[in-house]
């Protein structure tokens, strides 16, 4: 048996059943359905609306499912790695509470925090846990509650954001698929285009900081997609050109969900075809952590064994990176 690789090996994607429509939106600030379609792409996102429910919940409910659909015991999960930045509080961990939502009796977890790159970032990790040999089955999750940080009185962020959940398990293979390599970067200089400015040691909770809306998401959105367009596009293309993948080599690109000029630049640039690339930005908007596998579980069907993919993102931080995958498993 040759080195052990980590494979995705199941997906499973959860999103609450209530739809924000571009509509509806725009009775709420002035927008409407024609701007948010022609900037971002945009059509309707789901919010968690239930009165008690947080991120853990949609987390919990991505993975219960996924170990029904691949018939895995709760119990013989080794390690649970929640990407999120939308924690249902700082401590306890959001995965310590979905461990015990989930029943994950024999499981350690912790919360990985890098924006909208959170899932790639977690599924390295993952992946290099499983490379050691010690751990069999490791479920890595992005889910983020974008609606409690997000200001439904600001035109410019509150069309962008969703709700959503999606986990993948983990396990070693010893073929030639999986995950074959990854390309990750951070750039702390750019944390003033795009942050949470309070909540934290900096800017802890006050009447002035909630008053100043503070603990909303701000972000400088021509910067952002200047720094997005290149940072993602380069470093995919980076990867194709590494491991010599031509353009109909591909087999899908699967972008982070973030504005769809941003996902077809990127498209542009490793000169592939739209029909490579899974979008599905118009139906959940930017979910943050959670888009890359919510795309995953919605193509699972369609993805074949030894397909290269690449997954790619772009988040607050900066954060930015790209995985290249080579799909384990034919659908069923």
């Given amino acids: 048996m040759g080195k052990i690789k980590a494979a995705i090996t199941g997906v499973q994607g959860w999103v609450p059943d209530y739809r924000l429509t571009n509509d509806e939106l725009s009775r709420m600030v002035d927008t409407s359905d024609e701007w948010i379609m022609q900037r971002v792409g945009i059509s309707e996102r789901r919010i968690l609306k239930e009165k008690g429910k947080a991120t853990s919940d949609m987390a919990a409910a991505a993975v219960k499912g996924l170990l029904k659909k691949t018939g895995t015991p709760a119990n013989d999960i080794d390690l649970l790695i929640v990407a999120t930045i939308s924690p249902d509080m700082f401590f306890p961990s959001t995965s310590n509470l979905v461990c015990h939502k989930a029943g994950l009796k024999n499981a350690w977890g912790y919360d990985l925090a890098a924006a909208c790159s959170g899932f790639l970032f977690a599924l390295?990790?993952?992946?290099?846990?499983?490379?050691?040999?010690?751990?069999?089955?490791?479920?890595?999750?992005?889910?983020?509650?974008?609606?409690?940080?997000?200001?439904?009185?600001?035109?410019?962020?509150?069309?962008?954001?969703?709700?959503?959940?999606?986990?993948?398990?983990?396990?070693?293979?010893?073929?030639?698929?999986?995950?074959?390599?990854?390309?990750?970067?951070?750039?702390?200089?750019?944390?003033?285009?795009?942050?949470?400015?309070?909540?934290?040691?900096?800017?802890?909770?006050?009447?002035?900081?909630?008053?100043?809306?503070?603990?909303?998401?701000?972000?400088?959105?021509?910067?952002?997609?200047?720094?997005?367009?290149?940072?993602?596009?380069?470093?995919?293309?980076?990867?194709?050109?590494?491991?010599?993948?031509?353009?109909?080599?591909?087999?899908?690109?699967?972008?982070?969900?973030?504005?769809?000029?941003?996902?077809?630049?990127?498209?542009?640039?490793?000169?592939?075809?739209?029909?490579?690339?899974?979008?599905?930005?118009?139906?959940?908007?930017?979910?943050?952590?959670?888009?890359?596998?919510?795309?995953?579980?919605?193509?699972?069907?369609?993805?074949?064994?030894?397909?290269?993919?690449?997954?790619a993102a772009f988040g607050g931080g900066f954060t930015w990176g790209s995985i290249y995958v080579k799909w384990a498993y034919d659908p069923e």
């Fill in 124 to 311: 390295e990790t993952g992946r290099n846990f499983v490379e050691t040999g010690r751990y069999h089955k490791v479920i890595v999750v992005g889910a983020d509650k974008m609606s409690s940080i997000t200001d439904y009185t600001d035109r410019t962020t509150c069309p962008l954001f969703g709700d959503a959940a999606a986990a993948v398990l983990l396990e070693p293979v010893g073929e030639d698929v999986g995950i074959m390599d990854s390309i990750l970067h951070v750039d702390g200089s750019g944390y003033k285009y795009l942050y949470q400015a309070a909540g934290g040691s900096l800017n802890p909770a006050t009447h002035e900081t909630v008053d100043a809306k503070m603990h909303y998401i701000y972000q400088e959105g021509q910067q952002v997609f200047k720094f997005a367009v290149s940072k993602m596009a380069d470093v995919s293309v980076e990867m194709m050109k590494k491991h010599g993948i031509q353009p109909d080599e591909l087999a899908w690109l699967v972008p982070h969900q973030a504005n769809m000029r941003i996902i077809e630049a990127t498209a542009r640039r490793m000169g592939i075809r739209r029909e490579q690339v899974m979008i599905n930005i118009q139906k959940y908007g930017n979910t943050t952590a959670a888009t890359i596998p919510l795309c995953l579980w919605e193509w699972e069907n369609q993805l074949k064994k030894g397909d290269n993919i690449i997954l």
